[in-house]
């Protein structure tokens, strides 16, 4: 809340899960949206080692859903990077390899009655080696911005790209 033009904390949210196992990326990629707040868990062991997870935290009520990628695949980083806008979440797996190591994919989940329901899976469209597409992502309303970091395997500078796709209505 705002108190004479300084902001206050209202409340401290747990994380849901403590991960002891020593250094990684477990927390530091979040977004909020609303009442929802999207925490990325890339270094998770659920279906895998580094498979990853995402929680999805109502920080009203600070239930939690934890999400995890159909493919749970070992090292695919599921949680890389995490975008939620209203009720539709993008999830980054910059390291998933479904026959192109490291090509990278993202899954798009929706929120339907109180529940976050897995929608569509995007591929990487260059389908290159090492892209690690989905490595950034945004949203904003229907369209999904994804970036890849090294799309030109092999070149002696990584060159980066970003893809914009919009839902269809």
């Known amino acids: 809340s705002l108190k004479d033009n300084y902001l206050t904390q209202d409340k401290t949210l747990p994380f849901p ?3 002891n196992t020593g250094i990684n990326d477990n927390g530091r990629n979040f977004s909020l949206s609303g009442k929802y707040l999207a925490v990325g868990y890339p270094d998770e062991d659920g279906a895998g080692e580094r ?3 995402v929680y999805v935290i109502d920080i009203e009520s600070v239930q939690f859903q934890k999400l995890t990628s159909t493919a749970g695949r070992f090292g695919q980083r599921f949680g890389e990077s995490v975008q939620i806008d209203g009720d539709t979440l993008v999830v980054g797996s910059p390291h998933a390899d479904r026959g192109v ?4 994919e993202v899954t798009v989940f929706k929120l339907i009655e109180n529940e976050w329901k897995q929608q569509a899976i995007i591929r990487n469209p260059a389908g290159h080696a090492y892209d690690l ?11 999904i911005l994804v970036g890849a970091g090294y799309p030109v395997y092999g070149s002696e500078k990584p060159i ?3 893809y914009l796709f ?3 209505s």
């Open 17 to 19: 899960t403590q991960d």
């Open 51 to 53: 498979s990853g997870a």
């Open 101 to 104: 190591i490291k090509s990278g």
């Open 133 to 143: 597409f989905g490595s950034k992502v945004a949203i904003s309303g229907k369209n």
């Open 160 to 162: 980066g790209r970003v």
């Open 166 to 168: 919009s839902e269809n």
